[in-house]
């Protein structure tokens, strides 16, 4: 069955970096577009990023662009996002999801001084 399982999230200080990661399992990761999205509280589920199969197609949602970085490692069948520059609004639950239909459980990023 798909797995999905995020970690990297946490605490940090506003205008600081963390590194997202998401381990898949159950799928054959490497022919699989993937995306982040995060959900804040009282707010919708909201895409933050896209990346295609080979890692060479990339897109945003505008209020991370130049500060978040997606990217995979097939290999390890493995998908990260790189967060820099943090804000308090990127406080949320990030979660990473396949097919449009599968869920990991979810990373609390937490941005407060």
């Known amino acids: 069955q798909v797995q999905l399982v995020e970690s990297g999230g946490g605490l940090v200080q506003p205008g600081g970096s963390l590194r997202l990661s998401c381990e898949a399992s159950g799928f054959a990761f490497s022919s699989s577009p993937m995306s982040w999205y995060r959900q804040a509280p009282g707010k919708e589920r909201e895409l933050v990023a896209t990346?295609?199969?080979?890692?060479?197609?990339?897109t945003y949602v505008d209020s991370v662009k130049g500060r978040f970085t997606i990217s995979r490692d097939n290999a390890k069948n493995t998908m990260y996002l790189q967060m820099s520059n943090l804000k308090h609004e990127d406080t949320a639950v990030y979660y990473c999801?396949?097919?449009?239909?599968?869920w990991g459980q979810g990373t609390q990023v937490t941005v407060s001084s």
């Open positions: 990346i295609g199969r080979r890692g060479m197609s990339r």
């Open positions: 999801n396949v097919f449009s239909v599968y």
